[in-house]
């Protein structure tokens, strides 16, 4: 397994701010994702960050709205751009150990 | 759409007993699963992974996967209360570039 540790673990942020969710791995990982988890619901990939690459994102997100920085193999940020209070949700990190996930702790955002 | 149908549960079972978890997915061509178990407020821990039908044993943990009627389970021998908690079914249908879909989840009670 890898320790994946992920800060800030919760924020409350204003609307129209920026809040950027950092991710730090204790190995390196070619590949690491980052989701999300509204309440109650499950998890919902965002983006797929692999080093030396532009993050691939899914359906329904967009780089400008989430904009991922992979600048080595054990490191990555995700930011939450011009935040609504829709954006409040659980942020994950993942990182992808041979053929496994493991996640980070978690990052609770409420924008008010 | 590549989709991951889990019972969604409340599922309640008595101390000691047998919890039996299952998830279905859609796309045939998915090699690899996981059982990852989410305590309120934290983040999903892995508890099992799969890669072949049959069965996989874990301490009080069973894996079962059968391919052919894509459907994988879990089953939790002499459940203990510090068991409840929500089983979320991962499937990864990304192939090589590794994508997870994760199911909604089960939420099971273990009752002392």
């Known amino acids: 397994s890898a320790v994946i540790s992920q800060k800030p673990s919760r924020d409350i942020c204003q609307r129209g701010t920026s809040l950027t969710i950092q991710c730090q791995v204790d190995?390196?990982?070619?590949?690491m994702f980052w989701y999300r988890q509204q309440p109650g619901q499950s998890l919902t990939l965002i983006a797929t960050?692999?080093?030396?690459?532009?993050?691939?994102?899914e359906s329904g997100f967009v780089i400008d709205k989430f904009p991922i920085s992979r600048p080595n193999l054990t490191f990555s940020t995700l930011t939450v751009s011009n935040m609504s209070p829709e954006d409040s949700s659980i942020y994950l990190c993942?990182?992808?150990?041979?053929?496994?996930?493991?996640f980070g702790q978690g990052t609770r955002l409420t924008v008010v | 759409q590549k989709e991951v149908e889990q019972n969604s549960g409340p599922l309640s079972v008595p101390e000691g007993a047998i919890a039996s978890l299952n998830c279905t997915y859609s796309d045939r061509g998915s090699q690899s699963f996981f059982w990852y178990r989410q305590y309120s407020g934290k983040s999903p821990e892995l508890i099992m992974s799969?890669?072949?039908?049959g069965d996989k044993e874990d301490g009080r943990f069973t894996a079962q996967l059968n391919k052919a009627s894509q459907y994988v389970s879990l089953l939790i021998r002499d459940s203990q209360p510090s068991d409840s908690a929500t089983y979320l079914c991962?499937?990864?249908?990304?192939?090589?570039?590794?994508?997870?879909?994760f199911g909604k989840g089960t939420l099971l009670t273990v009752n002392p």
């Open positions: 799969i890669y072949s039908n």
């Open positions: 190995s390196q990982v070619t590949m």
């Open positions: 993942s990182a992808k150990i041979s053929l496994e996930a493991f």
């Open positions: 991962a499937v990864n249908s990304g192939g090589s570039n590794y994508k997870l879909t």
């Open positions: 960050a692999n080093q030396g690459s532009e993050a691939t994102y």
